[in-house]
């Protein structure tokens, strides 16, 4: 369908969210959008690979080669150039500005694995919020998709899940729980919510 929205997804390492947006997409679960390109940071992230395997046009934009303005101008650059409406933050570990963010507003959505308003913000980034979280010593955590604004983690929610935190949980068996329970469903859930709007918009 000529219709569907264009989604860049943005990413940072294992792309299990990538992957669970491009199962999907496959099952015809995102009627509305279409993921045409996949950006990383990091040439060696996994998720360039899965990427890769699933046909999706991929880019490598480095921040460390080219420091944080170049960076985004090059990124806006991408996502122009390829016409991208929804932006999806999956796993994508470097916080934009707010030049960055105006210039989409609420066309960027985040999945954060934690219930925002907890674990969140600047530091609070992959096992540090499971680690902060059993710290903490709360009984539930979960996962948000938002909009993504000038406040890390701070845009409107659009999806949340809890998940039960067990005894003996570690870090990574948090993760892998706040993942297959709630991260994999909701992200692909809002992609096509918000496709949808995009489509509706236009
Ligand atoms: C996911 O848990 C995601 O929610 C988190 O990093 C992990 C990436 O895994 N994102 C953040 O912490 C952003 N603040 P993935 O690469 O396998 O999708």
Known sequence: MLNKAKIAVLVSGGGT???????AQNE???KSGEIVLVVSNNSDAFALTRAEKAGIKTAVVSKKELGAQKFEEKLVEVLTENGIELIILAGFMCILSESFTSRYPKRIINVHPSLIPSFCGEGFYGLRVHEAALKYGVKVTGATVHFVNEIPDGGEIILQRAVEIKDGDTPEVLQRRVMEEAEWHLLPEAAELVSAEIIKER
């Open 17 to 23: 969210n990538l992957q669970a947006l491009i199962d």
């Open 28 to 30: 015809g679960k995102i």
